[in-house]
């Protein structure tokens, strides 16, 4: 099945600076990888997702890349600001298919220093 | 649309005691997906259940069950409680009503075991 590696687990950076979070998988059947944001207390909510037919995708200060070569994916915020704290999870499944679910990473807590 | 509804939001329970979990998912789609998330560990896949069948399950003990029901409904059972079962149990559906890979989860059932 798939496994979904994701580094680094945590993450602080000055408010203004960039944020970088990592993301392997092991199955190349995959063709869908969103994000997810979990902030305290509440319930994971999806902020982005890429599929397996392009390379990039962005949205306002949050973009993903895609290299299905290498199996890695990664998320990059820009101008981060405190509402961004945060645990992140990225995930990869094949879409295509209702047979295989979500798999998640372990997450990367984000602190954004004021 | 409702969202995913999921009760008890928080309950404590002791070793060994049983524990039922309950999912309502968004109005109308008939698929559930559980997670478990503990700090460190991230959110790991528990099963999934389409039209009252469980479709796919992840690896976790015989004393982790679940169905479905008719209206779509969900419980999740886990018996002999440890202390390592203490996490937050998610229950997530598709938000589309067919599969894409993207879920919408609930706020959680809390469950601390003493």
């Not at chain 1, 290498?70 to 209702?98: M, W």
């Not at chain 2, 109005?27 to 998330?37: A, D, E, I």
């Not at chain 2, 976790?60 to 409680?81: A, D, I, K, W």
Request: hydrophobic residues 30%; proline residues 5%.
């Amino acid at each position: 099945g798939e496994n979904v590696e994701q580094h680094p687990s945590t993450l602080s950076v000055q408010e203004g600076d960039s944020a970088v979070i990592k993301c392997t998988y092991s199955d190349s059947a995959s063709n869908y990888f969103p994000w997810y944001k979990q902030e305290l207390g509440k319930r994971p909510q999806l902020i982005i997702d890429i599929r397996s037919n392009v390379g990039e995708k962005k949205d306002q200060r949050i973009a993903v890349t895609l290299n299905k070569t290498a199996k890695h994916f990664s998320l990059h915020i820009t101008e981060t600001q405190p509402e961004d704290s945060a645990v992140y999870f990225c995930a990869a499944c094949d879409r295509n298919s209702g047979n295989t679910p979500l798999v998640f990473g372990k997450g990367t807590r984000l602190s954004v220093i004021a | 649309k409702a969202g995913v509804t999921q009760t008890p939001r928080y309950l404590i329970k002791t070793r060994g005691q049983q524990v039922t979990l309950s999912c309502s998912p968004i109005s109308g789609h008939r698929s559930v997906s559980w997670y478990q998330q503990t700090p460190g560990q991230g959110l790991q896949f528990l099963f999934e259940y389409f039209s009252e069948t469980q479709r796919n399950k992840g690896n976790f003990p015989g004393r982790f069950s679940g169905r479905q029901f008719s209206n779509s409904r969900s419980e999740m059972n886990v018996s002999t409680l440890e202390l390592g079962d203490s996490a937050l149990y998610l229950c997530a559906s598709p938000p589309a009503g067919y599969y894409t890979g993207e879920l919408f989860f609930g706020e959680g059932s809390r469950l601390t075991v003493l």
